[in-house]
């Protein structure tokens, strides 16, 4: 397991850009994939990004493909989110969860608040 932390969210217009930060701690997190999850109010937590532990693959929702581009640092432990050209569709809270081999997750930050206004 791992402990992750999220930061870099907050009050932003349509069509601006926020960068999303999930620090890791504990030795897996440069061996393990990695993902992006988000939760509008009323709503279930949906997928956004994922990447493979060496960068090499990623993958993203339609809803968010072309706008937002997943990255890591294994080097300092890090996972993150560019996410331009945002819409008021976007605002929710912004989770990072380290994804195990089985696909199950085991690993989930505390959340960073996206808010897009119109």
């Known amino acids: 397991q791992l402990q992750l932390e999220e930061s870099g969210g907050g009050l932003v217009q349509t069509g601006g850009s926020l960068r999303l930060a999930c620090a890791a701690s504990g030795r897996a997190f440069s061996t393990s994939a990695m993902d992006w999850f988000r939760q509008a109010p009323g709503k279930e937590r949906e997928f956004v990004a994922t990447?493979?532990?060496?960068?090499?693959?990623?993958w993203y929702d339609d809803s968010v493909r072309g706008r937002f581009t997943i990255s890591r640092d294994n080097a300092k432990k890090m996972l993150y989110l560019q996410m331009n050209n945002l819409k008021v569709e976007d605002t929710a809270v912004y989770y990072c969860a380290r994804r195990t081999i089985t696909g199950s997750y085991d690993s989930w930050g505390q959340g960073t608040q996206v808010t897009v206004s119109p």
């Open positions: 990447i493979t532990y060496n960068s090499v693959s990623t």
